[in-house]
């Protein structure tokens, strides 16, 4: 299994263009989630999705949109990029949404908005 | 609000040295918590987990500690390796609408392992 996997692993993005940050795990985890890393900060949860066609609103959702047509993908899209978007994220699965299930992480995507 | 935090943003050790990195929680309603090692340039990874109905679990080379009287969690070391260097994280998980347990994540803690 590749596990989670994430592209691209780096991005520039001028203030205003669009972008999707693709997500892909080959696990068949229902439960997937993106979140944001900031320097000096946790991990902050933006979307989260526990199935196919589910999705729903994390700590910071602004600026973002996510889908969830298959079980596999679970693509975030930046529609108009702001400097404040600026961080790595992370996309992250688990077999269910229960707790006790192990949470995996993709490598990561460091953006830059300019 | 209510929040997840760390004591120490930066611990460094020698080689050999038991380390101890600590956790401070204040939901009271979090019953339970995850430790992640993230290493330079990767995404997190699971260490060990602890129940709140545990006061203590042990893991190959790693103990976590709960203390729900202070609302404090340690994740300890044993023997550190160089290849222990990396941020650690604390988290609590949370139930949402529907059942569904998401994790909130501490700042972090850097600890850096001397030869």
């Known amino acids: 299994n590749a596990g989670v996997t994430q592209t691209p692993k780096f991005q520039v993005l001028k203030t205003g263009q669009s972008m999707t940050l693709q997500c892909a795990q080959d696990?068949?985890?229902?439960?997937m989630s993106w979140y944001r890393q900031d320097p000096g900060m946790g991990l902050r949860l933006i979307h989260y999705?526990?199935?196919?066609?589910?999705?729903d609103q994390g700590e910071v959702p602004n600026g973002y949109n996510v889908s969830r047509s298959t079980t596999e993908d679970f693509p975030l899209r930046l529609l108009s990029a702001a400097p404040s978007q600026t961080s790595v994220y992370f996309c992250?699965?688990?077999?269910?949404?229960?707790?006790?299930?192990?949470?995996?992480f993709g490598p990561g995507t460091r953006l830059t908005v300019l | 609000g209510e929040s997840v935090g760390l004591h120490l943003p930066t611990l460094s050790v020698q080689e050999g040295d038991n380390s101890i990195i600590n956790c401070a929680y204040s939901?009271?309603?979090?019953?339970?918590f995850i430790w992640y090692k993230q290493e330079s340039g990767k995404g997190p990874q699971f260490i060990i987990d602890?129940?709140?109905?545990?006061d203590k679990r042990q893991g190959q080379r790693v103990t976590v500690l709960l203390n729900k009287t202070v609302k404090h969690l340690s994740l300890q070391i044993a023997a550190t390796q160089p290849g222990d260097s990396a941020v650690y994280f604390c988290?609590?998980?949370?139930?949402?609408?529907?059942?569904?347990?998401?994790?909130?994540f501490g700042r972090g803690t850097s600890l850096i392992v001397h030869p």
């Open positions: 992250a699965s688990r077999r269910t949404s229960g707790r006790k299930d192990e949470q995996f």
């Open positions: 602890i129940r709140s109905n545990m």
């Open positions: 999705s526990v199935g196919a066609g589910i999705t």
């Open positions: 988290a609590e998980t949370r139930s949402v609408t529907g059942g569904s347990y998401i994790p909130t």
């Open positions: 696990m068949n985890h229902e439960y």
């Open positions: 939901n009271s309603a979090s019953d339970y």
